[in-house]
């Protein structure tokens, strides 16, 4: 069956950076767009950064320039690279395959003084 395992999280001073991983199973990973999205207390589900199977990368505005989303096929692993990070980023962080209804139990990132 699919399986998505994020990793990575915690609790980051503002300013500071964080390195979210997605191990994905069960899917032929290299064929799928790959999504990371964050929901924080209260709000709906966001998009927050998409890589295509080509390695094409899209960004929300409100991480642009400051977040950067890669992928490694040979490890069926997405990552999302978080910089100068904000207490509005405070979220739980999910991946998932575009188009699909997989998603995995999320990381918790708090970005708190």
């Known amino acids: 069956q699919v399986q998505l395992v994020e990793s990575g999280g915690g609790l980051v001073q503002p300013g500071g950076s964080l390195r979210l991983s997605c191990a994905a199973s069960?899917?032929?990973?290299?064929?799928?767009?790959m999504d990371w999205y964050r929901q924080a207390p209260g709000k709906q589900r966001e998009l927050v950064a998409s890589?295509?199977?080509?390695?094409?990368?899209n960004y929300a505005d409100s991480v642009k320039g400051r977040f950067t989303i890669s992928r490694d096929n040979t490890k069926k692993t997405v990552y999302l690279q978080m910089n100068s990070l904000r207490p509005e980023d405070t979220a739980v962080y999910y991946c998932n395959p575009y188009g699909t209804s997989y998603w995995g139990q999320g990381t918790q990132v708090t970005v708190s003084s």
């Open positions: 069960g899917i032929i990973f290299s064929h799928y767009h």
């Open positions: 890589i295509t199977n080509m390695a094409g990368t």
